[in-house]
């Protein structure tokens, strides 16, 4: 029994007392708070650079195909090949620079069934892209690439030209 009325015995709720699991000795106040944000920035910073380099990598898909689109739609206006190549790779240039790509990281190839100047004939263009890692491209010396995005068009060359 307590000696007195303000010493009360500790209470027991299934076999622990009030006291059990409680450290005396040293404050641990805020290190929760501290935990988490560490634990929080730690999973987040993969989550993003993930979420950055899919877009970047989309970015570069939707790039491809319009420089193979304009590439192609280019080609078949010229009645010369010197001068359709020429205006095909600066339609690549423009479209892949446009959605905020290197230029250099973009390779044009153009194929033709018959003959390329010739009246009905499929001109196929097909443009390849390599896409760099968000952040690290900015390292100079540094090129790791994502993936290489490729996408192709075709387009009829015209009866008159």
Known sequence: MPSSPDEHPPRSVGGLTATDGLTTGGSEEGSAIVEFIFLAVLLMVPVIYLILTVGQVQGGAYAAVGAADQAAKVFVLHKDLPSAQQSAEQ???LAVQDMGFDPDAATLSISCDPGCSTAGAIVRARVQLRVELPVVGAVPGVNLTAAT????????VGRFK
Do not use: G, T
Request: hydrophobic share 45%; net charge positive.
């Open 149 to 156: 995005v490729d996408s192709s068009a075709m387009q009829k």
């Open 91 to 93: 339609a690549v240039r």
